[in-house]
């Protein structure tokens, strides 16, 4: 074991850095970008906790890990007790530890933050996941009563998945309907193989299989069965399927042949391998001048894919500015780090194409930021008479979704808001309709991973509750 | 889900394939498609229900060897299972009882106008049906539509078979003959259907296309198969693929088409060549 080290001591040291692919070389491959911790960058990393109690942390996290105790594990060398503690209340540890915000959620209220340096809580997270993973650590499961009780879960992303494990630990019969052909929703088809290997995503899936639970995929909710058939069926529904439908700006040139949806150019690259073509038969194009609409994550994981698949030149083109990009500083980072042009206070008004329908260049108008709107954000406006033509041959728009009415449509009596999403209780996540549940961005808008996680917690409680008082959709 | 029950050869690089599909078959209905995968590594493909027997659970779909994934489906056998296979997609025909309608049938396109002209039949249309292909041994499903359909019109361009020309030449002289109709259905290679359009612009008839825009998922969520329909961008998975082909945008829905055209050959090319020394 680790020696434990005085408080002050420990206060001295600075948080460890996680080692990352150079820059130059990454743009020429899909493999990770942060190579991860070793076991001496961890434990050194963990002995910096102070193990405060109660911990700030903890109320930092949706997904509710119990952050002392794993980190504690991690200074005793204990890396598989790590992990099983994690486990606890988190089914994604791996990919948590890679995709969350922490900086925003439980690293934002670790009492070193005061001083800019809280303890790098993902990093060690992802440390334990990565190590119970390479050594096959099987999780002891408590033996648990099956219960006589069939849930139905809509959409294998992050939400389903945590609502599933979570139902499933406490006895429940889980199905998971998904439509595509691979269960893992975003994880899958949306966040790209240099932050989320699919190696990963498809452990921590079979770990939530090997629960019990139940995939079926090929299957669309809504066309294929309706929720209200699924009614018939199971005795509580949630419903997670995604905001799924990508966003347009409706400015003229949009259809042109070589402008993408980031839904369209991740999904090819991601899901589908495209990046692998002709190895794997589905297509994608790049063009050697490359803008990309928006500054949220998916806008950086759309840009950086662009330059990796061969793109000269890649810019992100944001009406606001860098302090109002919804991306994470750390995402942002990596973008400039590769040599990605950061384009802020600029608005596209138009694409430019040729007869055949190519891009031919894309006519921008330059912002200045004015007074806050209903977001706080200060509102940008157009300047007068500064347009310009950028030169590009590809536009990729990921300026975010909007709800797919298609589960919405088949469920009668659950309703949606002005803007399509379920209505929920934020605490229950219970939508209008007795037993269906519902969570992640189908009830709040594109959103995180960790968000949809947590409300797939949330939704596995109170389905318990709605089951174990003796209710259920299904007349009996 | 998904397993061959039925291969047919029913004309050079035509096949069509009955899938075990219970799921699917029951919800089908005309108009509709299915996407589906060959394998792991293989395409998401669209193709359009010819047909579907709830009974047996089953659904048909016919392919013409084009490209890669056409290919590589042509050399699945009967038992062979596909890797992915869904649907019902996309928005049923609107059938109803309108009275006299021309269903034109271009390619396989053939095989997509056979359940709408079946259901526009048992409706209670009188339903006049054209079907066309480059040469007599491509023309398919003949006997099959003469049963649902009140007439059966067949051209050929080579005219080794029906009326020599294309169906638009029939199209035409129906148009002129017949004075009362109220709806075309049109379904086969874009550029015929563009035709079709044209030929039915002055008659004020309105025309029905099923475009076979390029798609990933096929449920809403990639914007690959957008199209512009009377100036507004649609999803031809959620919001067609049936259109009114006189608001179709068809200039642009030609070039996304062939957006991928030469990676879709090349990658075509490199197939053959592989399969080429596999069975040298």
Redesign the interface.
Known sequence: MAEMIPKPERMKRSPRQMPEQDPKKRIRNFDEVPLGYTAEDAIYEAQRCLQCDPPPCVSGCPAEVHVPQFIQKIVEEDFAGACIEILKTNSLPAMCGRVCPQEEQCQRVCVYNKKDKPIAIGRLERFAADWAREHRVKEKLLEIRKKDKRVAVVGSGPAGLTCAADLAKMGYDVTIFE???KPGGVLIYGIPEFRLPKKIVGHEIDKVKELGVKVT????VG???SVDELVEEFDAIFLANGA???Q?M?IPG?????VY?A??FL??SN???AYK???????I?VGKKVAVIGAGNVAMDAARTALRLGAKEVYVVYRRTRKEAPARVEEIAHAEEEGIRLDFLTLPVRIIGDD??NVTGMECIKMQLGEPDESGRRKPLPVKGSNFVMQVDMVINAIGTMA?P?VARSATGVQTNRWGYFTVDEETRATSREGVFAGGDITRGSATVISAIGDGKKAARAIDCYLSSGSSLRKR | MGRIITKRKIAPEIISLEIEAPAVAEKAKPGQFVILMTDERGERIPLTIADYDRQRGSVRVVSQVVGKTTAKLSRLNEGDELFSFVGPLGKPSDINRYGTIVVVGGGTGIACIYPIARELKEAGNRVITIIGARTKELVIMEEELRKVSTELLISTDDGSYGKKGFVTDVLEEVLRKEKDVKKVWAIGPAPMMRAVCKATKPYNVETIVSLNAIMVDGTGMCGTCRVTVDGETKFTCVDGPEFNGHLVDWAEFMNRLARYGQLEKSSFETYKRERGKDNG
Request: charged share 30%.
């Open positions: 439509a595509l052909h995929t090929d299957l669309v066309i294929t069965k799924g439908a990508p347009f409706h949009e259809n042109l042949n070589d949806s839904n369209e999904t090819r899901l589908m391998k073509f002709p190895e794997f038969d589905t297509p194009k055949k329908g797919n298609i």
